[in-house]
C-alpha cells in the first residue's frame, strides 16, 4: 500500500486511541477527557452516571449525597444533577467522563477544597466529604445550590467546561464571580453574595439584577468560560 491508503485504517485508529498505562497511579489522566481509575480492591466515590467502562471485577453502589450534611427530609427534595455519588469496589481500571468536560486532577495534602457538587467527578476514599446548601442563594437559582467539602489527603477529579481559571484572593483584592461560572474555592474562603444591577440587562441577557460571589481573604477561586445550566430533579 501507498503511505496514503496506509491512513485511516483499522488498525492506525487502534494504536491512536487504544488504552495506555502511564504508571501515574490511583488517577490516571487517558485523555483531557477520560479519568482512568486505578483499583487494587479498594473503592473510589464517583460522581452518579459517570461511568463509561470497566475492566476487571468492579461493583456499583449508589449513594444519596443528602444521607450526609443535610438531613433525611431534604432526600426528596429538588437538587441539582451533580447531587449523587457512587462508590466504586473491586479490582480493575474503570473510566470517568461527564458529557466531555475537561478534567482536572488535583493532590490534597492535608488540605482542604470546596467544590460545586455539579463538578465533581470522583475523589479518593481517604478523602473526607460534606455536602451542604448555599442557603442564601436558594431562592435565587433553580438548581446547583450545593457545594461539596472536600478535605485531608488523596486524590481528587473535577470537570469544567473548557479551560478552567484560577484567580488569586488577597485582602487586597477580593473576587467576584458569577455562582453559574464558579467550580471551585480553597477552603480558607467563605464566599458572601451581593446583588447588583448586570450589564446583561443591556445586552439583551436577562434583566432585573444580578447575583454574584464574592471571596474575601487569602486563597483561590477557579471559575470556566461557561455559565452552567442545572436541570432540576423531581
Not at 444533577?81 to 473510566?95: F, I, N, Q, W
Not at 488540605?111 to 442563594?137: G, S
Not at 478535605?151 to 473535577?158: E, R, Y
Request: proline residues 3%; charged residues 20%.
Amino acid at each position: 500500500m501507498s503511505t496514503v491508503e496506509n491512513r485511516y485504517t483499522l488498525r492506525e485508529f487502534v494504536e491512536q486511541t487504544q488504552q495506555r498505562d502511564r504508571g501515574e497511579g490511583f488517577f490516571e489522566m487517558e485523555s483531557p477527557r477520560i479519568l482512568e481509575v486505578n483499583l487494587n480492591n479498594n473503592y473510589t466515590w464517583t460522581k452518579m452516571g459517570s461511568m463509561i467502562s470497566y475492566l476487571g471485577s468492579m461493583k456499583f453502589e449508589r449513594e444519596g449525597m443528602f444521607d450526609k450534611g443535610i438531613g433525611g427530609f431534604l432526600k426528596k427534595a429538588v437538587t441539582g444533577e451533580g447531587a449523587r455519588l457512587t462508590k466504586v469496589s473491586g479490582t480493575g481500571k474503570c473510566y470517568l467522563a461527564d458529557y466531555g468536560k475537561k478534567i482536572q486532577i488535583l493532590r490534597l495534602e492535608n488540605q482542604e477544597i470546596v467544590v460545586n457538587a455539579n463538578d465533581i467527578l470522583a475523589f479518593e476514599h481517604t478523602v473526607t466529604w460534606d455536602i451542604k446548601m448555599m442557603k442564601r442563594i436558594s431562592s435565587m437559582m433553580a438548581g446547583g445550590l450545593f457545594q461539596m467539602t472536600l478535605s485531608g489527603t488523596g486524590m481528587v477529579a473535577i470537570t469544567t467546561h473548557y479551560e478552567p481559571l484560577t484567580l488569586v484572593v488577597t485582602p487586597n483584592q477580593p473576587v467576584y464571580t458569577d455562582p453559574n461560572a464558579t467550580v471551585a474555592w480553597s477552603g480558607t474562603l467563605s464566599p458572601n453574595f451581593k446583588t447588583d444591577i448586570s450589564f446583561r440587562t443591556f445586552l439583551g441577557r436577562g434583566s432585573g439584577e444580578s447575583f454574584q460571589m464574592e471571596f474575601v481573604g487569602n486563597g483561590f477561586v477557579v471559575v470556566q468560560p461557561f455559565e452552567e445550566v442545572y436541570h432540576a430533579e423531581g
